[in-house]
């Protein structure tokens, strides 16, 4: 088995700090949760920004003042900015972190019902968009699936050349409109990928912790963060993203799983680290 890459997404678009008074809005509040998320063994993290006000946005020098924010405290740990966005972002305002010199994003390949009347909307061709303009920046998809039909989507566009290998996937489960975090759901979306790509298990709120398990007896990669599921345990608020961080690396220890730094992050997903940091 791989060593086991955590990635932790610290904020996310949606939870508040009324949620959770842990979760970052300024700069200097996501670098302090990035950079204890990465001390506590996450070498990815899954970035989302906020204006200090908490609400969400895809500004490009907002993520950019971030990215130099958070490389300052941990040089070498991998960001992944988020072309999720909010739900009702167009699609090229999503797409403003990839003008960055960015090693990772995740790219969505489906669309969603999100609850109430939010549509999180991901046709064909805006996944198609987003993986030609990944691919010509040289930026590694990690494949956003909430559902068995997003996967079958990416095998579909994987074989007509607009996704390349190596894939990397994460299930995100247990979403409200998705696919539930049950250990039948995760079993079946792990077999539905090709034997030769790797994955990363996201599971929404009581299904983190069961779901990193699984995932990590099985082979996969992990997700945490306070985007995802802001409690530590039942009723149990998380004192910041490295306490979510701490109890996966505590999980992996009783399955022997060693923790992946960066550079061997870069080396299982095939990234090729970028030294430069100006926009391009």
């Known amino acids: 088995m791989d ?89 090229d305002e999503r797409l403003q972190p990839t003008q960055l010199n960015i090693e990772m994003a995740t790219l969505d390949c489906g669309t969603l019902n999100f609850g109430g009347d939010d549509i999180f909307i991901n046709t064909e061709n805006d996944i198609k968009y987003f993986a030609k303009v990944m691919h010509e920046r040289q930026i590694v998809p990690e494949l956003e699936c909430f559902e068995k039909g997003h996967i ?74 306070l985007e995802d599921n802001i409690y530590l345990s039942k009723g149990v608020l998380a004192k910041g993203n490295q306490e979510l961080v701490k109890k996966v690396v505590d999980i992996a220890k009783t399955y022997n799983r060693k923790i992946a730094t960066p550079k061997e992050t870069r080396e299982i997903l095939n990234i090729k680290e970028k030294k430069d940091e100006k926009i391009m």
Do not use: W
Request: glycine share 10%.
């Open 152 to 225: 079958d989507s990416v095998l579909r566009l994987n074989k007509k050349g607009f996704i390349y290998n190596p894939m990397h996937f994460s299930f995100v489960l247990g979403v409200n409109g998705g696919m539930s975090g049950e250990a039948r759901d995760f079993h079946f979306l792990r077999e539905s990928i090709p034997a030769d790509a790797t994955f990363s298990v996201a599971g929404i709120g009581r299904y983190e912790f069961p779901l990193a398990e699984l995932s990590i007896a099985h082979g996969g990669h992990v997700r945490v963060g």
């Open 3 to 91: 060593k086991l890459i955590i990635t932790c997404a610290i904020s996310g678009a949606e939870v508040t700090k009324e949620d959770n008074p842990y979760v970052p809005y300024t700069i200097q509040e996501t670098a302090e949760q990035a950079y204890q998320a990465y001390l506590a063994g996450a070498a990815i993290i899954h970035l989302h920004v906020r204006n200090d006000d908490g609400t969400p946005t895809q500004d490009k020098m907002r993520y950019k003042e971030a990215i130099d924010a958070i490389l300052k405290k941990c040089p070498d740990v991998i960001i992944q900015p988020s072309t999720g966005g909010a739900v009702g972002m167009k699609k």
